[in-house]
């Protein structure tokens, strides 16, 4: 689009006729009010008028969550009266933030929404000093850079809570779990199942619940039942988001507490070969726009 633009420029300059150089910056800003902030930062290298309504506060607040002073002084310990512009403000908050120990909190840079992320690590998780049961596994395919690795247990049970002041919106609270202990070997992704059983005998239980009252759940197999020893399945080797609930947030200046599980505490049987990695809070709007493809990760 910014060369076909930066084309009718040229042609219009040519011609000696008016053209998107002759738009008034007030316009421009007005236009840019409905575009994604990464649409106006490729906008702004058109011309001037574009570069300078890209920079107005009036166009960068629009893009801020609504309580973005309270996240600022809570992330970064920065008051937004200083002398900083929206669009600094927008930037600093668009780069992940950690917080409280291993989580981490940033604005979607397309939408503007809230999103959050907590460690395996920030968890309670039963059993997770005894190496017998789990272990911890550096990797990239995390962004915290480590994974929980559980080999076997009869109790399993993952907890966890957190306290923030979200902007008003819908939430939806996922997991992130694998099947199976995966590495890289002669540069090669590699996944081994040697540990990986009992999640097609019982259901997992996933819960949530916030302050103010609300309550979600589900139960999920994780595996699918392997006939004679078989391996294949489609849930195993892969990273999957297992949906819990949505809550919904109507105040933007409370903090908001959400305690969250995954258990199978059916001890008739052992449960391994499975990586819990995170839990993540993502606005709707943000998981409907990466469910039709119009969101990276």
């Excluded at 890289?184 to 103010?212: A, Q, Y």
């Excluded at 988001?241 to 809550?247: A, I, L, M, P, R």
Aim: with cysteine; net charge positive; hydrophobic share 35%.
């Amino acid at each position: 689009m910014g060369a076909s633009l930066s084309s009718l420029i040229d042609n219009s300059s040519r011609n000696a006729g008016p053209g998107l150089g002759d738009i008034p910056e007030c316009c421009v800003a007005c236009v840019f009010l409905y575009l994604t902030p990464p649409e106006i930062c490729n906008l702004a290298r058109l011309n001037r008028a574009f570069r300078g309504a890209s920079s107005s506060d009036a166009v960068w607040m629009t893009k801020l969550p609504s309580n973005y002073q309270i996240i600022l002084q809570l992330l970064l310990q920065l008051d937004a009266d200083q002398n900083r512009s929206k669009k600094d403000i927008f930037a600093m908050l668009s780069r992940p933030i950690s917080f409280d120990g291993y989580k981490l909190v940033w604005v979607d840079k397309y939408t503007g929404k809230v999103r959050m992320s907590v460690s395996a690590r920030a968890m309670a998780i039963t059993g997770i000093d005894d190496r017998r049961y789990w272990t911890w596994i550096p990797t990239e395919e995390s962004r915290f850079n480590v994974v929980a690795y559980l080999q076997q247990i009869w109790w399993f049970e993952v907890d966890g809570v957190v306290k923030f002041p979200f902007p008003p919106d819908i939430y939806l609270l996922s997991f992130r779990i694998h099947l199976g202990k995966f590495s890289r070997r002669l540069g090669r992704r590699v996944t081994n199942f040697e540990h990986t059983h009992g999640w097609d005998i019982r259901p997992v239980k996933f819960e949530m619940s916030t302050s103010n009252g609300q309550h979600a759940s589900t139960e999920c197999f994780l595996d699918d039942p392997q006939p004679d020893g078989a391996i294949i399945s489609h849930r195993r080797g892969c990273w999957i988001e297992y949906k819990v609930g949505e809550f919904i947030v109507s105040e933007s200046d409370a903090e908001t507490e959400i305690r969250f599980s995954m258990k199978q505490i059916d001890c008739t049987h052992s449960k391994g070969g499975l990586c819990v990695d995170s839990i993540s809070i993502t606005p709707l709007l943000v998981e409907e726009r990466r469910r039709r493809g119009l969101h990276k990760y």
